[in-house]
């Protein structure tokens, strides 16, 4: 199969029941084969930071032991390195890996929203804000499809929730659904162009994803013009031959003999066109054709892939706390190091569920601190806490025996974490917290060793308040994939300068977060009633301080800002700022560029992020970092008008190190042309002044209506202040009985609104919609 054409020749010379069966998969990995046709089986397999490849296609393998792959960051680790690159490097070691193992496509990657911090896979995605994931989202795909590996982006859309999300409807309103939810898939479609995407288990607005028309075929295939492969998640199908007529390709797993079946007596019996069904085959036949044509790739070690792990993870964690510049350790200085925690050497690498790989090696946190140490200082070891389950009991004996050895020793590192059962799909989390026995012995280390250093293990934020002010330094090491030992050992010996900054708010407590009144679904309904406010966002309009903002981490050198630059040229918005490394030692700054609407009449975040860059210097260097935003990024999305909108008017640039360190502001007027405005019978005085040719029409019908009228109307600030918010009917109404006669207000009306759409501007009446 080598040219679109032939795929259409082959789509020819298919029965019937062949066309059918390609629509549902062979096993629980594959898909269906023709052999007479010599159309081939694709194997996929779960992949959002590794391949998880079952030792048979019949077994689904959660719980089993699987084919031994590279297990690289989770993608909230990930998502924390900010680094556009590495993620699409990370895609091109999976997609040559996949090609090892006879992996056509891989399932991942996971770019699910974080709407609250309890959501159980929220360990395999990337970010709370739709821009950093999409950037970091459509990077990877073009690695992975790269080495012709078809990517399967998921969940679409709104699986926000693992409690009974198989029945559960997320209801969330148009607006905050495209500029919250769908906008990074959306970015994903039109930049990398992904060869497949997976829809998700629950329904959305009262319809199973899986077959829902507004979501595949409105959104996804027609005004995304996406022509790829949607499939379902394993089970996602209830309504088959509704499925197909939304754009739903591929059922997932096989065989499914019922729907097959059903397919092809609804066919012969007009219920379903032929051509609906001939649309999806054709796509699936595209999508054997994008796999099979592509050459064989380079082979790589599994030394390069480790390497890559290794570093993958140390761009991912992030330096939170760093008090009197405690870290990196300088083992010249030091006589002995306390090591405390099972984590140290029971390291916790990974979540569960349907993304968990059985890692090729794992690097031991405390045989690597060992590696680098060399003897040159003494390393000592405690347990800590005896297992690590949230509903332990407290050991006062092992926290007794940590004190003590922290007390003797010059400084004490504590691996702590949320506990391996406590983050997997199919279970939301129960608690944000650290369990209380490592809560504790945080506490008793801290108050007997002040040079205390915390390591966190967890795949979403986590709150530390009852100690996070007696520790000095705090090190969020995510689930950082099977390099992670290596790399936080560097870290904590400078060997590394941390560069990862925050995806996702750490709040103080969870009654902070945006969707804490309502974070799960009930009686079959999950209401998104924070609307555009999550993450970053609530916590800026809710003026809330969070632990550590979204965009925070810190680094062992320091970098300063300059020189902000921002210029319109047409549609786009040239913006540049001078970073300088003013420390002592090489480092990478995140730049982040957010967008604040200055002047909407529609409700905005305060600012969003539209844009960031991932820069490296040297001591003293300075580089200018280039950006370019598009008149996308200053819109909102217009209900009212079904359409993307940006208003001419004041936008404010703001350059910053975090969402809450802004470090530059420029202010700049942005023209975008004039939008037409939609008048109606109802339309609010101030909708009639927005416009020159409106608010000419209005004056022209005021000055005749003032001469019949005891009390003249004068649009003067006074009059305006009050009666903006009316419209201008009840104004007419008030004012304009004698002038009206028998006239009816709503004929006045008409007359105006005919009067206006006559002598529109044609600029105006050509805006972009």
């Given at each position: 199969m080598k040219t679109a054409t032939e795929t259409n020749m082959l789509l020819t010379q298919l029965t019937l029941e062949e066309k059918a069966s390609l629509c549902a998969g062979l096993n629980m990995w594959m898909t269906k084969s023709v052999d007479r046709l010599n159309i081939p089986s694709l194997a996929m397999y779960d992949g959002t930071n590794g391949i998880r490849k079952t030792a048979s296609t019949e077994e689904l393998g959660i719980f089993g032991h699987n084919v031994p792959a590279t297990c690289y960051p989770t993608g909230s680790a990930i998502g924390s390195s900010w680094n556009v690159e590495l993620l699409r490097e990370l895609g091109i070691a999976l997609g040559k890996e996949s090609r090892e193992l006879d992996v056509d496509i891989l399932l991942g990657p996971g770019i699910n929203m974080k709407r609250t911090p309890l959501g159980g896979r929220n360990f395999e995605y990337y970010s709370e804000d739709p821009c950093l994931t999409g950037e970091l989202g459509a990077a990877f795909v073009e690695g992975l499809q790269s080495q012709g590996v078809a990517a399967s982006v998921?969940?679409?859309?709104?699986?926000?929730?693992?409690?009974?999300k198989m029945i559960t409807s997320s209801e969330v309103d148009e607006r905050t659904l495209r500029e919250i939810y769908l906008s990074a898939f959306e970015r994903i479609v039109k930049k990398a162009d992904p060869w497949t995407i997976m829809c998700s288990y629950n329904l959305l607005n009262g319809e199973y994803t899986s077959e829902n028309e507004f979501l595949l075929k409105r959104i996804l295939r027609e005004e995304w013009g996406y022509d790829g492969v949607v499939l379902s998640d394993w089970t996602a199908v209830d309504n088959r031959i509704k499925g197909i007529k939304a754009g739903l390709d591929l059922e997932m797993p096989g065989p499914a003999h019922y729907h097959t079946q059903a397919?092809?007596?609804?066919?012969?019996?007009?219920?379903?066109?032929?051509?609906?069904?001939?649309?999806?085959?054709?796509?699936?036949?595209e999508l054997v054709r994008r796999t099979r044509e592509h050459q064989a790739v380079a082979i790589q070690s599994a030394e390069e892939r480790h390497e890559l792990a290794r570093r993958a993870a140390a761009e991912s964690m992030v330096l939170l706390k760093n008090d009197n510049g405690l870290l990196p350790l300088q083992p010249e200085r030091l006589s002995s190091v306390a090591v405390i925690g099972r984590f140290a050497k029971q390291p916790r690498i990974q979540g569960a569920?349907?993304?968990?790989?059985?890692?090729?090696?794992?690097?031991?946190?405390?045989d690597e601190l060992q590696d680098i140490a060399g003897g040159r200082l003494e390393l000592r070891y405690a347990?800590?806490?005896?297992?690590?389950?949230?509903?332990?009991?407290?050991?006062?004996?092992?926290?007794?025996?940590?004190?003590?050895?922290?007390?003797?020793?010059?400084?004490?590192?504590?691996?702590?974490?949320?506990?391996?059962?406590?983050?997997?799909?199919?279970?939301?989390?129960?608690?944000?917290?650290?369990?209380?026995?490592?809560?504790?012995?945080?506490?008793?280390?801290?108050?007997?060793?002040?040079?205390?250093?915390?390591?966190?293990?967890?795949?979403?934020?986590?709150?530390?308040?009852?100690?996070?002010?007696?520790?000095?330094?705090?090190?969020?090491?995510?689930?950082?994939?099977?390099?992670?030992?290596?790399?936080?050992?560097?870290?904590?010996?400078?060997?590394?300068?941390?560069?990862?900054?925050?995806?996702?708010?750490?709040?103080?407590?969870?009654?902070d977060t945006p969707a804490t009144l309502y974070p799960r679904g009930e009686d079959g309904k999950l209401y998104y009633r924070e609307g555009l406010f999550t993450g970053y966002r609530y916590y800026d309009r809710k003026q809330l301080e969070p632990q550590f903002p979204f965009g925070h981490g810190l680094s062992y050198t320091t970098f300063e800002y300059d020189s902000l630059e921002a210029v319109q040229t047409g549609d786009e918005v040239h913006v540049a700022c001078v970073i300088r490394n003013t420390g002592t030692r090489s480092g990478k700054e995140i730049i982040q560029l957010y967008v604040n609407d200055e002047e909407c009449k529609w409700v905005r975040p305060d600012k969003e992020l539209k844009a960031f860059a991932k820069v490296e210097l040297e001591p003293g260097e300075t580089k200018k970092v280039h950006f370019t935003l598009e008149r996308r990024d200053f819109s909102y999305y217009?209900?009212?008008?079904?359409?993307?909108?940006?208003?001419?008017?004041?936008?404010?640039?703001?350059?910053?190190?975090?969402?809450?360190?802004?470090?530059?502001?420029?202010?700049?007027?942005?023209?975008?042309?004039?939008?037409?405005?939609?008048?109606?019978?109802?339309?609010?005085?101030?909708?009639?002044?927005?416009?020159?040719?409106?608010?000419?029409?209005?004056?022209?019908?005021?000055?005749?209506?003032?001469?019949?009228?005891?009390?003249?109307?004068?649009?003067?600030?006074?009059?305006?202040?009050?009666?903006?918010?009316?419209?201008?009917?009840?104004?007419?109404?008030?004012?304009?009985?004698?002038?009206?006669?028998?006239?009816?207000?709503?004929?006045?009306?008409?007359?105006?609104?005919?009067?206006?759409?006559?002598?529109?501007?044609?600029?105006?009446?050509?805006?972009?919609?």
């Open positions: 998921k969940h679409f859309a709104c699986n926000n929730q693992e409690y009974e397919i092809v007596q609804a066919v012969q019996a007009g219920e379903l066109e032929e051509q609906e069904l001939d649309a999806c085959v054709r796509r699936i036949l569920g349907s993304a968990k790989v059985t890692p090729a090696r794992v690097d031991i946190p405390w347990e800590g806490y005896a297992q690590a389950s949230p509903t332990d009991q407290i050991d006062e004996g092992l926290i007794e025996e940590s004190v003590a050895l922290a007390a003797r020793s010059n400084v004490a590192v504590i691996f702590a974490g949320q506990p391996e059962s406590s983050e997997s799909e199919g279970i939301d989390i129960a608690s944000i917290n650290l369990p209380p026995h490592q809560s504790k012995l945080i506490q008793a280390v801290a108050e007997a060793q002040p040079n205390c250093i915390v390591v966190l293990s967890s795949g979403t934020s986590l709150v530390m308040r009852p100690w996070v002010d007696q520790v000095p330094c705090v090190i969020q090491g995510w689930l950082s994939g099977q390099g992670a030992g290596r790399a936080i050992a560097e870290m904590l010996f400078g060997l590394v300068n941390p560069s990862g900054k925050l995806s996702e708010t750490f709040p103080v407590k969870l009654s217009n209900t009212k008008e079904q359409r993307w909108v940006a208003d001419t008017g004041f936008y404010n640039i703001l350059a910053g190190s975090s969402s809450r360190d802004i470090r530059l502001r420029s202010r700049l007027h942005c023209d975008f042309g004039t939008q037409t405005v939609a008048l109606h019978t109802f339309s609010l005085l101030s909708d009639w002044l927005r416009y020159s040719h409106s608010q000419a029409v209005l004056e022209e019908y005021l000055e005749d209506m003032n001469r019949h009228s005891e009390e003249a109307i004068v649009l003067n600030e006074e009059f305006i202040g009050f009666w903006n918010d009316f419209p201008l009917i009840k104004i007419i109404q008030m004012f304009g009985q004698q002038w009206l006669q028998n006239k009816s207000p709503r004929l006045v009306i008409q007359e105006m609104l005919d009067r206006v759409a006559r002598c529109q501007p044609a600029d105006e009446a050509t805006a972009e919609r």
